[in-house]
């Protein structure tokens, strides 16, 4: 790790604190004083923002595949994968495994999302981190004209690409070809259309009641940023799924890959953890709240016709009052 250390530093309890859990980490520390130091961080980091703080790491693993394989539930919840080739340097860091453990629900099925010549490392990373935070399974990246994980795209993950299964794909056609004969249903990421694909075409509202993950394993394909998906990876699809444009003003007519992404995986991913049991709970919690006030309503009126009645006194010939005062 190296740390800078300046006098110009402004938060010297930064510097401890990032040295002492590089200690306990076992990483050596080269701290760095002069502004000749401060440049070669500067080159290292790509000219990015780096906060005076880089740690050199080995590559991030990403395993080559040629398809998905069957879904496995037990002894270890995951998917098989069917392996592509690598050098034995590339074994070493992406390992060797045909099965991939993962975490989804009983009775759920895992999401794997691919993506397609995304172009822009911001992005790619981006879309790790949604990935990571909304519970995608794995994600795969294709290596022709594609970003690869460069400190710029790892930066922008802010740690997702740590925690990620990450694939890489070098035949996007032919691994969706042998994903779909082990059973996988492909969901292409399409503009809105005002010729879709009939039956074949979902919009992002249908997501919610059609409920992919409950019976199928699912990947969905997201395209490059300024042309999308090719028509050959559109054809391969099951089906298209798009995001329904709101807005009235005809400049507004596309979403940043990024983003499109995480709205795209929070809808197929939004029962898989929650099943609807919150939105249950809600309705409940509204039915008992309702219960509660018609409850206390009946009590306040017993309550307030027991009073008038103690409080009225017996009305007698010899002093029944003439004028009642209230």
């Not at 990032?18 to 701290?31: D, F, S, T, Y």
């Not at 996988?184 to 409920?211: E, G």
């Amino acid at each position: 790790m190296y740390l800078y250390c300046g006098e110009n530093r402004q938060d010297p309890a930064t510097i401890v604190r990032l040295e002492r859990q590089a200690e306990q980490a076992g990483i050596a520390v080269v701290k760095v004083f002069d502004s000749h130091g401060l440049r070669v961080m500067d080159k290292m980091s790509e000219g990015r923002p780096h906060n005076g703080c880089i740690i050199e790491a080995s590559p991030i693993p990403q395993l080559p595949l040629k398809s998905l394989g069957a879904v496995v539930e037990e002894p270890a919840r995951g998917f098989n994968v069917a392996r592509a080739h690598q050098s034995l340097e590339e074994a070493q860091i992406n390992g060797i495994s045909d099965f991939i453990e993962s975490s989804f629900p009983p009775n759920r099925k895992p999401f794997f999302l691919l993506l397609d010549q995304i172009q822009d490392p911001g992005n790619l990373g981006a879309i790790l981190r949604s990935a990571a935070f909304l519970g995608v399974n794995a994600v795969g990246m294709t290596s022709t004209n594609s970003a690869s994980l460069t400190s710029t795209a790892i930066k922008a993950a802010a740690g997702a690409s740590e925690v990620l299964n990450l694939f890489n794909v070098v035949s996007i056609l032919d691994f969706l070809t042998r994903s779909k004969e082990e059973g996988w249903v492909i969901y292409a990421a399409v503009a809105p259309t005002s010729r879709p694909r009939q039956s074949k075409h979902l919009m992002l509202d249908r997501l919610d009641s059609y409920d992919p993950l409950s019976t199928t394993p699912t990947i969905l394909v997201v395209g490059s940023e300024g042309e999308g998906l090719t028509n050959k990876t559109k054809r391969m699809a099951d089906y298209e799924v798009s995001i329904p444009n709101h807005s009235e003003n005809p400049l507004m007519d596309s979403l940043n890959v990024s983003v499109a992404t995480g709205i795209l995986c929070s809808a197929f991913l939004k029962k898989q953890h929650t099943d609807g049991k919150f939105d249950n709970l809600f309705e409940i919690n509204e039915d008992v709240s309702e219960d509660i006030i018609e409850d206390k309503s009946e009590d306040i009126v017993e309550d307030q016709s027991e009073d008038i009645v103690e409080d009225k006194p017996e009305d007698t010939p010899e002093d029944k009052p003439d004028v009642l005062i209230i």
